[in-house]
């Protein structure tokens, strides 16, 4: 059996457009997932993380990943900075 390691990979804003167009026109999450070439689950993630109360929007979405991601950089230098 072997081992592989995953690599995980942040949705860039193209993808998200693409997330955006293919659930305007209905399409299933699954088929969503295999046309942008995530899994399933990372594309549930990113809806239930990005959606809002109008639902999915690429650009409101790429904004809180952003947003997200420089918090989360910002706090794991405050940590490393503060341990010895």
Same mark, same amino acid.
């Given at each position: 059996?072997?081992?592989? @390691?995953?690599?995980?990979?942040?949705? @860039? =804003?193209?993808?998200? #457009?693409?997330? !955006?167009?293919?659930?305007? @026109? #209905? #399409?299933?999450?699954? !088929?969503?997932?295999? %046309?942008?070439?995530? %899994?399933? %689950?990372?594309? &549930?993630? !990113?809806? &239930?993380?990005?959606?809002?109360?109008?639902? #999915?929007?690429? !650009?409101?979405?790429?904004?809180?990943? &952003?947003?997200?991601?420089?918090?989360? =950089?910002?706090?794991?230098?405050?940590?490393?900075? @503060?341990?010895?």
């Amino acid at each position: 059996m072997s081992t592989q @390691t995953r690599q995980y990979k942040q949705l @860039t =804003q193209g993808q998200r #457009y693409q997330i !955006e167009a293919l659930l305007r @026109t #209905y #399409y299933m999450q699954k !088929e969503i997932a295999v %046309s942008v070439g995530i %899994s399933e %689950s990372a594309l &549930s993630r !990113e809806l &239930s993380r990005n959606a809002n109360d109008d639902g #999915y929007g690429a !650009e409101s979405a790429h904004a809180l990943a &952003s947003q997200r991601r420089v918090t989360l =950089q910002s706090l794991a230098k405050q940590m490393n900075d @503060t341990c010895p």
